[in-house]
């Protein structure tokens, strides 16, 4: 097979020296126009392609930033990942995605992409195992947790306000009416889905206002709807409002509700979901929610990674992103 050229071979094209072929792959690089265009040119022709991994070990960092997600068939994450690599790409960064969906798998996967001589790590997936936390704090390795709790002493943290969007989830379903309150949330406790469900029944509970739980095998629209579809249509007659953890199950509840029950949404029992993903405002399901920015919030995981890279060696920071009620057709005050 022919081998693969070489910076050399570029120069030997181009009539320059090596330095120079060197210089015109490298941003900001001080080389005169026509230089740079002799250089891209004998490059194209060659097919010469820059070693990154290799010009990494010069450097401090390679450029890479891990990206570490898991239930990428969800649409919130979808949209969160895409961004956030959109977002890291436009700031001259190369996300690399790392995907785990099991908390064994993590620790492998990770320390594999460290060996790449990472520039940072975004984690959008259950906690990291605090080993790993350990050696990025060790190696001086900017970390930022997305939605995940603050049990390590390393990283800086950007989360919806879970507390805030469950007790105003609860406030919502009361002020439009409902006297007794459903809550839908996956059997398996997490950080940020688990701790909505909590605040808001225990929101409702102070009120005097009594709930009825329901526990879906896992977050997925599948399991949300077999949950609600098997309850039992005397309990669904004891609640007027529910709330579900995230939009996804919401979506799942209301073709429950309305083809396996038959019961009117909002008439009988109003819905209200978290997220606001972009399903929740297709008129099928017309879902009343609570809104989480992902815009905003990429924004603000970008920003704090490059200000680490730049050198901010402050104290761990923690950004609560604000929530907002996106108000449509599930609950009874939309018109």
């Not at 693969?4 to 094209?13: E, G, H, I, M, Q």
């Not at 290799?54 to 960092?61: E, I, M, V």
Request: glycine share 8%; net charge neutral; proline share 5%.
């Amino acid at each position: 097979m022919p081998r693969k050229p070489t910076s050399f071979d570029v120069a030997r094209l181009a009539g320059v020296s090596r330095s120079a072929v060197s210089r015109a792959f490298t941003p900001g690089a001080c080389i005169l126009p026509q230089t740079k265009e002799k250089v891209t040119k004998a490059a194209t022709e060659l097919g010469y392609r820059v070693n990154s991994l290799a010009r990494s070990l010069q450097r401090d960092h390679s450029g890479i930033v891990g990206l570490v997600a898991s239930r990428l068939d969800t649409p919130l994450r979808s949209h969160q990942v895409a961004r956030l690599s959109e977002m890291l790409i436009r700031e001259g960064l190369k996300p690399m995605l790392i995907t785990a969906e099991r908390p064994d798998q993590v620790g492998t996967l990770i320390e594999s992409l460290l060996g790449y001589n990472v520039a940072g790590m975004i984690f959008t997936s259950d906690t990291p195992p605090p080993a790993l936390i350990e050696d990025c704090a060790r190696f001086g390795l900017p970390v930022v947790l997305i939605n995940r709790p603050g049990n390590s002493g390393w990283g800086d943290r950007v989360v919806a306000d879970n507390e805030t969007g469950g007790i105003m989830a609860a406030r919502l379903l009361i002020e439009f009416g409902a006297t007794k309150l459903g809550c839908l949330m996956p059997r398996t406790e997490t950080y940020s889905v688990s701790g909505r469900a909590h605040a808001f029944m225990s929101y409702a509970r102070s009120q005097g206002i009594p709930i009825e739980t329901f526990l879906a095998d896992d977050q997925s629209y599948a399991r949300s709807r077999a949950n609600i579809a098997e309850t039992d249509g005397v309990v669904l007659q004891q609640i007027d409002g529910l709330f579900c953890a995230t939009d996804l199950m919401a979506l799942g509840a209301l073709d429950a509700l309305r083809i396996d029950h038959g019961v009117k949404v909002p008439d009988q029992i109003q819905v209200l979901g978290f997220d606001d993903i972009e399903q929740a405002g297709w008129g099928a399901y017309d879902l009343s929610t609570i809104r989480q920015d992902i815009d905003a919030q990429t924004t603000t995981v970008v920003r704090l990674l490059i200000e680490r890279l730049a050198g901010d060696f402050s104290d761990n920071k923690l950004v609560k992103e604000p929530l907002t009620a996106k108000l449509r057709g599930t609950t009874r005050h939309a018109g």
